[in-house]
């Protein structure tokens, strides 16, 4: 069963850069889509962006640019890196899985399944 | 951007009872729409996709209709442990949004 662990700093200063990792444990990295997705607290979600495990990547515009997406795929791994951080980006940040594989051909789909369990960043001076 | 609306914003039933959440796209989605369950504490876990398609370990009291435009996740028969907030979700061009949620309270 396929499993995602989030690691990374909880705790952040305006204007640094919040970087997250999630490992893939269970499955291979390859042939999925990876999607990075945040709750500020007691609010709804917002997608940040995705990564294709050949390194395509695409990413929402209201973060204005400030958002890279990174694969390793020797450690099962990709990466978030959101620059110049202010409170506004609080929030729990979760990784998840998007694709589906079968017989060794896989296809995008657009639903995210599984997740990781979430870790709460907080951007505080 | 295409914008998804969900209402009722907050649902207060009994077990037992019926529970209807909509989920409405700004512009049509086909049939690429997804629903979550989000409990207290815990991560989004996927319930439907492809608008009624349960999901793994989905009960089968859970079900989902709609096409285009207006969506709806259907509870037939709550359970306590349906104490939840449910997301609506669509992907359109590679952008993905979510509905803001509705919240189910037990009476």
């Known amino acids: 069963q396929v499993q995602l662990h989030q690691s990374g700093p909880g705790l952040l200063k305006p204007s640094e850069t919040l970087s997250l990792t999630c490992t893939v444990s269970?499955?291979?990295?390859?042939?999925?889509?990876w999607s990075w997705i945040r709750q500020p607290a007691g609010k709804g979600l917002e997608w940040l962006g995705l990564?294709?495990?050949?390194?395509?990547?695409n990413s929402n515009p209201s973060l204005g640019g400030r958002v890279t997406l990174s694969l390793d795929s020797s450690k099962n791994e990709f990466s978030l890196k959101l620059t110049s951080v202010t409170a506004a980006d609080t929030a729990v940040y979760f990784c998840?899985?998007?694709?589906?594989?079968?017989?060794?051909?896989?296809?995008?789909?657009?639903?995210?399944?599984?997740w990781s369990q979430g870790t709460l960043v907080t951007v505080s001076s | 951007e295409i914008v998804l609306t969900q209402f009722p914003a907050t649902l207060s039933l009994s077990p037992g009872e019926r529970a209807t959440l909509s989920c409405r796209a700004s512009?049509?989605?086909?049939?690429?729409l997804a629903w979550y369950q989000q409990k207290p504490g815990q991560a989004p876990r996927l319930l439907i996709h492809?608008?009624?398609k349960r999901a793994t370990d989905t009960p089968a009291r859970f079900s989902g209709s709609g096409s285009g435009t207006d969506f709806t996740l259907t509870i037939s028969s709550l359970e306590p442990e349906d104490l939840a907030v449910y997301y609506c979700?669509?992907?359109?061009?590679?952008?993905?949004?979510f509905g803001q949620g509705t919240r189910l309270e037990m009476k």
């Open positions: 979700q669509q992907r359109s061009n590679w952008h993905v949004t």
């Open positions: 512009q049509s989605v086909g049939r690429y």
């Open positions: 492809d608008v009624s």
């Open positions: 269970g499955g291979s990295i390859s042939g999925y889509y």
């Open positions: 990564i294709y495990s050949s390194g395509m990547t």
């Open positions: 998840a899985r998007e694709g589906y594989c079968n017989d060794g051909t896989c296809y995008s789909t657009y639903w995210f399944d599984p």
